[in-house]
């Protein structure tokens, strides 16, 4: 089981943790939706497949590790592909911001929120996906959060 801890009660940057152990750090941008992690030396980067795809990639050295495809712009999921197999990760429900991964429609996963309000978030998913994989997902998921949240700000006027 992994932790995501946002750094700041207003920042979009979260620490990964395994244990007590921070395993990678995310910055999600403002304005873009692509960040580099490193995980044991290795350096991976999360961007979209081209400008306006709805695909995304998780990469080391120019080689695809795992993709999420948004099937839809109204809803809150993806379909996830890592070492030939598909995954569906999606939010249980409209406005509840936890998600479930399933593999054959089997729920293996899940990324919630340890409160209702906040950021922080508990993030079990299966121990056989590598930790670049599971932290993937888990932006995946993030992302999506920050989203919602630049959505809700701007329809109250803030």
Same mark, same amino acid.
């Given at each position: 089981m992994l932790r995501a801890v946002?750094?700041?009660?207003y920042s979009w940057k979260f620490e990964i943790f395994d244990g007590k152990v921070c395993v990678a750090n995310l910055d999600l941008a403002w304005f873009r939706e692509e960040v580099e992690f490193a995980i044991q030396g290795r350096t991976f980067e999360i961007?979209?497949?081209?400008?306006?795809? #709805?695909?995304?990639l998780l990469r080391e050295d120019?080689?695809?590790?795992?993709? !999420?495809?948004? =099937?839809?712009?109204? @809803?809150? #999921?993806f379909d996830v592909v890592f070492d030939q197999t598909g995954y569906k990760l999606? !939010?249980?429900? =409209?406005?509840?911001? @936890?998600?479930?991964?399933r593999k054959d429609f089997r729920v293996v996963g899940?990324?919630?929120?340890?409160h209702c309000i906040g950021r922080k978030a508990i993030v079990e998913l299966p121990e056989y996906l590598p930790l670049e994989v599971q932290v993937f997902i888990a932006?995946?998921?993030?992302?999506?959060?920050?989203?919602?949240s630049?959505?809700?700000?701007?329809?109250?006027g803030n």
């Open positions: 946002p750094k700041n009660w961007g979209r497949e081209g400008v306006m795809s #709805s695909v995304f120019g080689r695809t590790i795992a993709s !999420a495809t948004k =099937p839809s712009a109204f @809803r809150r #999921s999606e !939010a249980v429900a =409209p406005f509840v911001r @936890r998600f479930v991964l899940s990324i919630h929120p340890v932006w995946l998921v993030i992302m999506l959060w920050k989203r919602g630049s959505r809700s700000r701007s329809l109250h």
